[in-house]
């Protein structure tokens, strides 16, 4: 989309092309990568996610979003506790298996955790914590978590997804 549709959009009748503009400035905002993962009822669940961001330091509390649609979601609402892995750039076979595949557990590359989360192996960290609130608005919500545990594995080049697909950061000559 050239910056001079973008304009375009942004002089039209209010909610005229809104939705593609806002798609548009988010496809263009680089978000990390994370996969969250629950137990409910003896089975795992879990999905690829780019709305995860820390709240608090202390006490530790993280958010994110999802949809209410989501085939997760009942899982989300009726369970306890929730694990959110972070994924570097060696990782994008596990998020694409939880973005684009229903087979997102069968084979080793999980274990169960603390409190019944399931554990993602190699990733590059992983919390798990206490959901404290979910705050339903029309078809989404923002789940708040305490965190409980956590472990850092080796740090490696963060996972990041702009403009449709995966990319990796690169340095700047200016560091802060």
Not at 20 to 43: D, M, P, S, W
Not at 75 to 102: E, M, P, W
Not at 107 to 114: F, L, M, Q, R
Request: charge should be negative.
């Amino acid at each position: 989309m050239s910056a001079e549709s973008v304009a375009a959009q942004s002089v039209t009748p209010a909610g005229q092309l809104l939705g593609t503009t806002f798609r548009e400035v988010f496809r263009r905002h680089a978000a990390g990568v994370a996969i969250l993962t629950v137990e409910y009822e003896g089975k795992p669940f879990g999905f690829t996610a780019t709305s995860v961001a820390s709240l608090s330091a202390e006490p530790p509390r993280f958010t994110f979003n999802m949809a209410r649609s989501s085939s997760s979601w009942p899982a989300v609402a009726n369970s306890n506790y929730i694990g959110v892995h972070i994924l570097g750039q060696d990782n994008r076979g596990l998020a694409d298996r939880f973005a684009r595949t229903k087979d997102r557990f069968s084979g080793d590359h999980w274990e169960a955790g603390p409190y019944g989360v399931p554990l993602l192996k190699d990733v590059h960290a992983y919390l798990v914590g206490k959901i404290q609130m979910r705050v339903s608005f029309e078809n989404n919500a923002v789940v708040i978590v305490e965190v409980v545990e956590g472990s850092l594995g080796d740090e490696a080049t963060p996972l990041l997804y702009h403009s449709g697909s995966y990319v990796r950061p690169s340095p700047l000559e200016y560091q802060i």
